[in-house]
Every structure is written in structure tokens, then in C-alpha cells.
T-cell receptor
């Protein structure tokens, strides 16, 4: 069964450093997303991406965040200057059409120290 | 703004019991509703997807129902097993396509 692949599985970074989280969505999917889950809290929406542009973003997704689909297969989330409160599990997801369910990756656990 | 609630937060049952996990949502204008399983420290595994026009979906020992008018969905697990122990999340998708999650129900099935 097709999978969404995320790398790395765990990243530790110092506060103020830039991080890039990488995702390879399912190849024929059209909609791409990033969600995050702070320990003990709900999974929350960050951003959706369709047709090579952001279609919606949450209040969390401020100027420190950006997304890119540089080569038609990878989908990246960049955090420019990490804060302690950015520590969370970050999930990438994709879906073929709006009628289909989401497929999530296994997540990247980001720890900011 | 959509809000999704799952109560109780945790549930412990003996092996073999049939059980129902509840999910409620405030905005009935959903596109579909999806149930996920999450093992500790792991990703989200999709269990069942119910379109807004459907009433229920079944996969093996799992059955999910949807009642849009009352803003409720249930996940029924038949003959529970210790391997079913995990956190079960429901999430509603609106026309804008983003998912709104509940906080999940942590299920423990005792041998």
C-alpha cells in the first residue's frame, strides 16, 4: 500500500536554528498538508498546499514557517528560527481528492533545546 | 469554527468486550469524518473514512457510524483484543479540506 514517508524521524535542534522537515507524499496525490501534535495535546492543522501554492494556513503558521514542493515529489516544512514551543511531532499528509481520506506519514519528532 | 470532542479521555475494558467510542462535532457541514489509530509516539493510521452522504463503514471488527444531524460519530470495536490498545482519534473534514481532530480516547484492553 502506498505510504507517505517523512524524514528524519527525530531531530534535535538548538533554539534559533533553522530546520527543514521532509516528506514524500503519495505520488498521484494532489493535496498536501502539515499538522503538528504537541505532547499531550490535539493534532492541529498547520497548512494545506494544492496546485503549487498554499490553500490555507492556520494562525500557528506565521512568518517563521514556510512550505515548498521543490521537485514535484518532495514536500518540505521549514522553520526559520526555532523556539522551544515548536517542539512537537510534525505530521505530513496527502490525499488524492477531497473525497478520499488522508494518508499520514509516521511523523518527525522535533525537539528544540 | 469546528470543534471535535471525544469523551471519555480513557477507557479500560477486559479482552473480548464489545465497545463503542464516541465522537461529537459542532458543525454538521462536514465533508467526511475519519477515524485514526495512534500508538504511543507513533503516527496516525487511518481506520475508516465515512463520507457525509454515508451512514456507516465497516472494516473487519470495526464499524463506524455517522449522524450528521446530531453531530455524532461512533466507532464500534467488536471482540476487543489487547492489540487494540491505542489512542483512537476522530477527525472531521470540512469543505476547506482541513481536518479538525478530537483529543482522542486512549483504550486499554486487559488480557
Amino acid at each position: 500500500e502506498p505510504e507517505v514517508t517523512q524524514t528524519p524521524s527525530h531531530q534535535v535542534t538548538q533554539m534559533g536554528q533553522e530546520v527543514i522537515l521532509r516528506c514524500v507524499p503519495i505520488s498521484n496525490h494532489l493535496y498536501f498538508y502539515w499538522y503538528r501534535q504537541i505532547l499531550g495535546q490535539k493534532v492541529e492543522f498547520l497548512v494545506s498546499f494544492y496546485n503549487n501554492e498554499i490553500s490555507e494556513k492556520s494562525e500557528i503558521f506565521d512568518d517563521q514557517f514556510s512550505v515548498e514542493r521543490p521537485d514535484g515529489s518532495n514536500f518540505t516544512l521549514k522553520i526559520r528560527s526555532t523556539k522551544l514551543e515548536d517542539s512537537a511531532m510534525y505530521f505530513c499528509a496527502s490525499r488524492g481528492t477531497l473525497q478520499y481520506g488522508y494518508t499520514f506519514g509516521s511523523g518527525t519528532r522535533l525537539t528544540v533545546v | 469554527k469546528q470543534e471535535v470532542t471525544q469523551i471519555p479521555a480513557a477507557l479500560s475494558v477486559p479482552e473480548g468486550e464489545n465497545l463503542v467510542l464516541n465522537c461529537s462535532f459542532t458543525d454538521s457541514a462536514i465533508y467526511n469524518l475519519q477515524w485514526f489509530r495512534q500508538d504511543p509516539g507513533k503516527g496516525l493510521t487511518s481506520l475508516l473514512l465515512i463520507q457525509s452522504s454515508q451512514r456507516e463503514q465497516t472494516s473487519g471488527r470495526l464499524n463506524a457510524s455517522l449522524d450528521k444531524s446530531s453531530g455524532r460519530s461512533t466507532l464500534y470495536i467488536a471482540a476487543s483484543q489487547p492489540g487494540d490498545s491505542a489512542t483512537y482519534l476522530c477527525a472531521a473534514s470540512g469543505a476547506n479540506s482541513k481536518l479538525t481532530f478530537g483529543k482522542g480516547i486512549t483504550l486499554s484492553v486487559r488480557p
